[in-house]
């Protein structure tokens, strides 16, 4: 073994080590059971722990050896498909929908996407509703869904784009996706126990997935988990169930590629050549994939999507990601192409859960620092817990809130942390990674907190009210419900329910959480009698219609093709 191996071997022991506590946080303030960390370099694994359980009723511990559905790092696999075809001639980066798929009646919007546009995103298509378990269908469903409407490209993450690709591959070799990638890719990669379909068969060799066990609030740390729901996929927006040795293959061929010693397979040929990962890694979006640090981390400077992957820069490394988000499953893949490591984190967390994201960067962030001869970032935390400043008067959040309706909020300081005071009663603030709050209170467990500072008033927005630390004690004037107003369900696992509420005149649409579920309060806006666009920007595809108006309630809606019904528990 190389000096410089071993180097790396004891920076990724050292690392895991030192960040076990997090791992264990991450059990806490997170809804995750448990995970496996791996750090991997272009030789195979230097260091790998599991943590928390892959079976919370059974009380067994998480192991390595079972597989993980992988979500969206799955598209990868299917711009490699798109990719072989192309070098053999069988499809081009500028043919459209249209011409290879005719039988598909999208519409016109949406017929002159180019393949190149559906790799990296910039289709202008919807995200998807994912209705349907099966894509053939599901693409059908879809077909009368909007796209965007900018002449500009636009980044816009879409999985029904994805859904399309899968279809070309199927037209043009001939193979179901699921096929074609088990064939050409997972096993020429060494990637033997990685599965391109998950079938009812296949759910003992898997970690339990988990999620929220109450969908109808944010789930807040103390909340219970319940296994999820299981169903078979070979999706080609997230297909693959892999194991963390599966992962390392992965990584250990990324890195091959990215430096000019590729993996070879039986043949001797590069399975992934440097020329085709220069490739998929060049035509970038405007923008990518959000990320996500604990405070004192390395930024990252650049995140932009390219074809299955994201492309970033830290501290002036070239870097490649992409995060995976199933029912029950949470994954994260970090290649630092630069400093010649990877970080692969893989957890039966709701795959709305940004714990994978986290770990995977604070670990690589840690081994990278061992490597270069620097102290590694020390008192990071996980904790959510919101603490009061050393002096409680100053933390901005400290005082009494009023809202419209007369009810008041209070925050106090209690045991050095932030406890919220409503209706008698009391509960502990916590804060999200992505900038919002929830708490444990009983009174206010339905909607999210958020924290607003507008001149000189602040307080917080729960729902459609508003807690003001400046309200003038007024109430506004009675106006009429708009029809659209309250809670919706559906049977999808991915996006189970929502919420519209009305605060200022704003229609919001709010989700308690879900893997396709948008993590913030979305705008809706009215772009035709009964059709309101989801978020502000012009551009965006995203639909809701009304279905039928009764005793002026709205009954049901169509969220792009996903029917959802007017709740009978408000």
């Not at 979500?71 to 980066?93: E, H, P, Q, W």
Request: charged content about 20%.
């Amino acid at each position: 073994m190389s000096e410089a191996r071993e180097q790396r071997q004891h920076a990724a022991a050292s690392s895991l080590e030192s960040l076990s506590y997090l791992f264990e946080e991450s059990t806490k303030f997170f809804p995750v059971p448990g995970g496996v960390v791996s750090v991997i370099d272009r030789d195979g694994v230097l260091s790998e722990t599991s943590f928390g359980f892959a079976n919370i009723e059974r009380a067994t511990p998480m192991s390595s050896a079972l597989r993980f559905e992988i979500g969206s790092i799955s598209k990868f696999f299917t711009a490699l498909a798109v990719n072989r075809l192309i070098d053999d001639g069988r499809l081009g980066l500028d043919e459209t929908i249209a011409q290879v798929l005719p039988w598909l009646d999208l519409s016109a919007s949406n017929r002159g996407a180019s393949v190149a546009r559906l790799l990296n995103h910039t289709s202008g298509m919807s995200v998807g509703a994912d209705t349907l378990p099966d894509d053939t269908g599901e693409i059908w469903n879809s077909r009368e869904c909007a796209s965007s409407s900018s002449a500009s490209p636009h980044f816009h993450y879409s999985n029904l784009g994805y859904l399309v690709l899968g279809e070309m591959v199927r037209a043009r070799s001939g193979q179901r996706l699921a096929d074609f990638v088990q064939e050409q890719w997972l096993g020429p990669l060494g990637m033997h126990d990685a599965l391109a379909q998950v079938t009812q068969a296949d759910k003992a060799s898997l970690a339990t997935g988990y999620w929220p066990a109450r969908p109808d609030h944010p789930w807040a740390p103390g909340d219970e988990l319940s296994p999820s729901a299981f169903f078979e996929i070979d999706s080609a927006s997230g297909n693959i169930a892999a194991t963390s040795a599966d992962m390392a293959a992965l990584v250990q061929a990324l890195l091959g590629a990215s430096g000019g010693d590729p993996v070879v397979g039986d043949d001797g040929a590069a399975v992934l050549s440097k020329d085709l990962f220069e490739r998929m890694t060049s035509d970038l979006a405007p923008t990518g994939e959000p990320t996500y640090l604990l405070e004192g981390m390395s930024p990252v400077e650049q995140s932009r999507y390219a074809m299955g992957i994201n492309v970033e820069r830290i501290d002036g490394h070239l870097c490649v990601s992409h995060g995976g988000g199933m029912v029950g499953y949470s994954t994260f893949m970090l290649v630092d192409c630069t400093a010649r490591i990877g970080v692969v984190v893989l957890t039966n967390a709701n795959g709305d859960t940004l714990a994978s994201h986290l770990l995977a960067r604070v670990v690589h962030e840690n081994v990278r620092a061992r490597l270069e001869g620097r102290t590694p970032l020390s008192g990071l935390s996980l904790d959510s817990t919101v603490r009061a400043n050393a002096e409680a008067n100053e933390n901005p959040m400290v005082g009494s809130y009023v809202a419209d309706d007369a009810t008041t909020l209070e925050v106090r300081v209690a045991g050095g942390e932030l406890r919220i005071h409503f209706e008698n009663e009391e509960g502990a603030l916590y804060r999200l990674i992505g900038g919002r709050y929830v708490t444990d209170h009983p009174g206010l467990r339905t909607f999210h907190l958020d924290w607003y500072q507008s001149g000189e008033d602040h307080g917080f927005t729960h729902g459609a009210r508003t807690f003001s630390a400046h309200h003038r004690g007024e109430s506004l004037a009675s106006t009429p419900t708009h029809p659209l107003v309250g809670r919706y369900r559906s049977f999808s696992p991915w996006f189970p329910e929502f919420r519209v509420l009305e605060r200022g005149g704003t229609l919001l649409l709010v989700a308690p959480g879900g893997v396709e579920a948008p993590g913030e309060e979305t705008e809706l806006v009215e772009v035709a009698p009964g059709e309101y666009r989801v978020g502000a920007e012009e551009w965006l595809p995203e639909r809701i219609h009304i279905n039928h108006v009764r005793g002026g309630e709205v009954i049901s809606v169509d969220r792009d093709g996903c029917h959802y019904s007017r709740a009978f528990i408000v």
